[in-house]
T-cell receptor, first 111, second 116 residues
């Protein structure tokens, strides 16, 4: 079935550094979604992308819908302690009625 | 709007006991989902529903049953709990997926279940 490969699986950075993570698929997606899960909470939607090539920002977060429709990127600038958590990419499975999720990128920040 | 709510927040069961987890949404969403998340793992789909009175199996349906008697509610049942079902359970809801405009799922806060 369709799978999303998310990398890196984990990141350990210093406060103030920029962060980049990506999600790739062997299949085309028409939508890319990025979620963040804080410890002990449910995932919260950060950014939704609906057009190939689209670049969308939400504060210090920027996400891009890859031109090939098979990948997406999420960048976080000037990281702060509250950015800690797990970031998931997701997209709708073609012809199905559900989303497929990446395995997540766990972000840890050293103050 | 409360969004997606789940009850209970925490529960401890003994092996063989049964329980029902309740999910409610006030966004008039057609689709609802139940996921489980194990420590250090991603989300795995248990069952989902695309409308009142309809349900379908997800990736890991064994040992669970669901019902969608009302559009705003989606119930997840464990008939005979097993230690392997110790997990965090998340409910989510959305507009119809794959129609190009509103694919986002909105998640509840989770139910932490321990089966001894």
């Amino acid at each position: 079935g369709q799978q999303l490969n998310q990398s890196p699986q984990s990141m350990f950075i210093q406060e103030g550094e920029d962060v980049s993570m990506n999600c790739t698929s062997s299949s085309i997606f028409n939508t890319w979604l990025w979620y963040k899960q804080d410890p002990g909470e449910g995932p919260v939607l950060l950014i939704a992308l609906y057009k190939a090539g689209e670049l969308t920002s939400n504060g210090r977060l920027t996400a891009q819908f890859g031109i090939t429709r098979k990948d997406s990127f999420l960048n976080i600038s000037a990281s702060i302690p509250s950015d800690v958590g797990i970031y998931f990419c997701a997209g709708p499975i073609q012809g199905a009625q559900k989303l497929v999720f990446g395995q997540g990128t766990r972000l840890t920040i050293n103050p | 709007n409360a969004g997606v709510t789940q009850t209970p927040k925490f529960r401890v069961l003994k092996t063989g006991q049964s329980m029902t987890l309740l999910c409610a949404q006030d966004m008039n969403h057609e689709y609802m989902y139940w996921y489980r998340q194990d420590p250090g793992m991603g989300l795995r789909l248990i069952h989902y529903s695309v409308g009142e009175g309809t349900t379908a199996k997800g990736e890991v349906p064994d040992g669970y049953n669901v019902s969608r008697l009302k559009k705003q509610n989606f119930l997840l049942g464990l008939e005979s709990a097993a230690p392997s079902q110790t997990s965090v359970y998340f409910c989510a809801s959305s507009y119809p997926v794959g129609q190009g405009a509103r694919d986002e799922q909105f998640f509840g806060p989770g139910t932490r279940l321990t089966v001894l």
